[in-house]
């Protein structure tokens, strides 16, 4: 089935230790997205790669990168990670732009992270 | 800016009972399309039901229907027939016809189905 593949499911790291996470998708999608969320609260948009162009919301702090080598694949790197960052990661992906009906995102599983 | 409201942060409801998650947003847009989506825990994001603004028809997606007042920027959520999968965050999300399809999320209502 197609879907939102994010590796790893679990990531632990050290205060300070860079760490990337990342995610893939076989829909085909040309757009794709990156979400923190923290306990009980609403997924918080940090980016968005809109086919090879990045848009970076106005409050991610500098602290969170993204790369999307290709059309499949997208990585989040958190340069220096605080004890601040610690939460689920989602990506997700969409199809738009055009005459394109509107399409839902659809998610991946996320990434839990945790700083030690 | 787009906001969303979800004003109840729990609800539960009894097995096979219906119950409805309660939302509103604010845009100045005329055009866009609000979705429901449901979180169980530990479990992915899915897409419950959608509507597009331009529709005065409610839209409805099973035991899922929603109860959309454009005027009054209210978009709520009708579970009917609760089963225990229905268990999960309930996000209200806001998505308007510019640039990249980016989601405004409500703060989200847990709904627990009590057997």
């Known amino acids: 089935d197609a879907m939102v593949i994010q590796n790893p499911r679990y990531q632990v790291t050290q205060f300070g230790k860079p760490v990337t996470l990342s995610c893939s998708q076989t829909?085909?999608?040309?757009?794709m997205y990156w979400y923190q969320q923290k306990s009980s609260q609403a997924p918080k948009l940090l980016f968005h790669y809109y086919d090879k162009d990045f848009n970076n919301e106005a409050d991610t702090p500098d602290n969170f990168q993204s790369r999307r080598p290709n059309t499949s694949f997208c990585f989040l790197d958190i340069r220096s990670p605080g004890l601040g960052d610690a939460a689920m990661y989602l990506c997700?992906?969409?199809?738009?732009?055009?005459?394109?009906?509107?399409?839902?995102?659809?998610f991946g599983d996320g990434t839990r992270l945790s700083i030690l | 800016a787009q906001t969303v409201t979800q004003s109840q942060p729990e609800m539960s409801v009894q097995e096979a009972e219906t119950v409805t998650l309660s939302c509103t947003y604010d845009t100045s847009e005329n055009n866009y399309y609000l979705f429901w989506y449901k979180q169980p825990p530990s479990r992915q994001m899915i897409l419950v039901i959608r509507q597009e603004a331009y529709k005065q028809q409610n839209a409805t997606e099973n035991r899922f229907s929603v109860n959309f007042q454009k005027a009054a920027k209210s978009f709520s959520l009708k579970i009917s027939d609760s089963q225990l999968g229905d268990t999960a965050m309930y996000f209200c999300?806001?998505?308007?016809?510019?640039?990249?399809?980016?989601?405004?999320f409500g703060t989200g209502t847990r709904l627990t189905v009590i057997p």
């Open positions: 997700a992906t969409s199809r738009t732009g055009g005459v394109v009906i509107l399409q839902p995102q659809h």
């Open positions: 829909l085909n999608h040309n757009v």
């Open positions: 999300a806001f998505v308007d016809q510019t640039g990249a399809n980016n989601l405004f």
